[in-house]
């Protein structure tokens, strides 16, 4: 069984900054050898990617619109994924959810939400302008 739950979101003004985190339980699996991934939906619309990180944490991949002001982590020896954003803006105003799976070769990730079998329920982040 695995359980992925997010914290650290909340209400800030634009141009400041919060760190999310995600902590994993996961009986039967170990942490470091699943794929990870933040994805967010806004009001009214469809869930989209965020940033993703491999096994290691040495690969990573991130939307165009948060690249140089998001930064995806991960320690293992935690079981625990972070989401490190800067320079917020009113459109990262989002509920933002983690997003895990273990089919991923060492060195892969996936952009795509339908190849991750287990997500967190959520955590709203709002930015005001």
């Known amino acids: 069984q695995v359980q992925l739950v997010e914290s650290g979101g909340g209400l800030v003004q634009a141009g400041e900054s919060l760190r999310l985190s995600c902590t994993a339980s996961?009986?039967?699996?170990?942490?470091?050898?699943?794929?990870l991934a933040w994805f967010r939906q806004a009001p009214g619309k469809e869930r989209e990617f965020v940033a993703a990180?491999?096994?290691?944490?040495?690969?990573?991949a991130y939307a165009d619109s948060v690249k140089g002001r998001f930064t995806i982590s991960r320690d293992n020896a935690k079981n625990t994924l972070y989401l490190q954003m800067n320079s917020l803006k009113p459109e990262d105003t989002a509920v933002y959810y983690c997003a895990a799976d273990w089919r991923f070769q060492p060195h892969r990730y996936s952009l795509r939400e339908g190849e991750y079998d287990y997500w967190g329920q959520g955590t709203q982040v709002t930015v005001s302008s």
């Open positions: 990180i491999t096994r290691s944490g040495g690969g990573t």
């Open positions: 996961a009986s039967g699996r170990t942490f470091s050898n699943c794929a």
